[in-house]
């Protein structure tokens, strides 16, 4: 899998082949290799790959173009639950936050976009809701307070700030 994941890596963009990865392709791959991992089959290989992603995400800030340091996708900003295969910054900040990363200077954006989109209640609210079918309602609606991103949300900002 991670050898697999390496060699195929492109821009969903582009019909030629790029040297990195979609951020949506990363958090779906690095979660998959920290679970089988966690499940007893850690290799040097496999461990060598999931900190090459992390490390991807990390150089980027959590959503910064490396070339120009622009902010890639404006609604990474925004956080939805169930996340299905899309990205945002909360849910790579709480993969990092699962596999135990130590948080460092890199994230500071990152975390400062989470406690922004507090809302006054104290609780964060559903930005975005993907277009993929679920049988079951999740979330009340988006603007609505929820339970799952204030959760996300919650758990990462303890995570960052017992860390310093």
């Known amino acids: 899998m991670a050898a697999g994941t390496a060699k195929h890596r492109h821009s969903s963009r582009r019909s030629v082949p790029s040297r990195r990865s979609s951020f949506h392709t990363t958090i779906c791959v ?3 290799l920290l679970e089988y991992e966690r499940a007893g089959r850690k290799s ?12 991807y995400l990390l150089e980027r800030r959590m959503f910064r173009s490396l070339r120009t340091g622009e902010v890639i996708d404006k609604r990474w900003l925004r956080f939805s639950f169930p996340p299905f295969w899309h990205y945002d910054v909360l849910r790579g900040l709480d993969y990092l936050r699962i596999a135990g990363i130590k948080p460092d200077s890199r994230l500071s954006e990152a975390i400062e976009i989470v406690i922004k989109r507090r809302h ?13 079918y ?7 609606g988006v603007g609505s307070a929820s339970r799952w991103n204030t959760l996300r949300a919650l758990r990462v900002l303890r995570w960052y700030e017992n860390s310093r």
């Not at 679920?134 to 009340?140: R, S, V």
């Open 30 to 32: 690095l979660e998959g």
């Open 134 to 140: 679920i049988p079951l309602e999740m979330e009340t």
């Open 44 to 55: 040097a290989a496999i461990t060598k790959a999931r900190k090459r992603a992390e490390n």
């Open 120 to 132: 006054q209640n104290g609780r964060w609210p559903l930005n975005h809701l993907h277009p993929e």
